[in-house]
T-cell receptor, first 109, second 115 residues
Framework: SQQGEEDPQALSIQEGENATMNCSYK?????LQWYRQNSGRGLVHLIL?????REKHSGRLRVTLDTSKKSSSLLITASRAADTASYFC?????????FGKGTSLLVTP | GAGVSQSPSNKVTEKGKDVELRCDPI?????LYWYRQRLGQGLEFLIY????????KSGLPSDRFSAERTGESVSTLTIQRTQQEDSAVYLC?????????????FGPGTRLLVL
């Protein structure tokens, strides 16, 4: 079942701008992960944040987690055209991942 | 090293035919997962293998779907008597060990179209 829900469904920005995507989930989690998907094919793992963490950075990515609100956000700073992709949050309370429908990000030059 | 590979990349079949999809996980990864992604949707969990343990088949949508894995190597997902609603991208992933702290590495997927 899909637990994570991303918002917005689609986002269009210009290169250099920041992109923020949000994810809400319903039940308790052990961790939350963000993945990126290009052209509807394989997913690439971006970052994992554990339930006892509030913020995590990786390069131009910044992820926050608010377990009291059951929400997470992914911020991509100084976006590039190559960041154009779909971004999914995935929650895990066991071994399988539960994905949302994703946010489709378009970065125009 | 090599990532997860899947074959075929694309498969077009007629309704009612059987199809077999293949996944080669990363060498040494004990856990293997199959997911399905319908157009514009997120991923749906199908089945999970961990070493030689009995697989978790709880996500398989019907008895037309089955999967096998020999040890910690190749896995095949079989769909019998395909239906149009089976059209989707089928993604395989593997991880080093079982556990929700493990990153799952995805293959490029097989795009299945049932006519």
């Amino acid at each position: 079942s899909q637990q994570g829900e991303e918002d917005p469904q689609a986002l269009s920005i210009q290169e250099g701008e920041n992109a923020t995507m949000n994810c809400s989930y319903k039940t308790s989690i052990n961790n939350l992960q963000w993945y990126r998907q290009n052209s509807g094919r394989g997913l690439v793992h971006l970052i994992l944040i554990r339930s006892n963490e509030r913020e995590k950075h990786s390069g131009r990515l910044r992820v926050t987690l608010d377990t009291s609100k059951k929400s997470s956000s992914l911020l991509i700073t100084a976006s590039r055209a190559a960041d154009t992709a779909s971004y999914f949050c995935a929650t895990s309370s066991g071994y399988a991942l539960n994905f949302g429908k994703g946010t489709s990000l378009l970065v125009t030059p | 090293g090599a990532g997860v590979s899947q074959s075929p990349s694309n498969k077009v079949t007629e309704k009612g035919k059987d199809v077999e999809l293949r996944c080669d996980p990363i060498s040494g990864h004990t856990a293997l997962y199959w997911y399905r992604q319908r157009l514009g949707q997120g991923l749906e969990f199908l089945i999970y293998f961990q070493g030689n343990s009995a697989p978790d088949k709880s996500g398989l949508p019907s008895d037309r779907f089955s999967a096998e894995r020999t040890g910690e190597s190749v896995s095949t997902l079989t769909i019998q008597r395909t239906q149009q609603e089976d059209s989707a991208v089928y993604l395989c992933a593997s991880s080093l060990r079982r556990g929700d702290q493990e990153t799952q590495y995805f293959g490029p997927g097989t795009r299945l179209l049932v006519l």
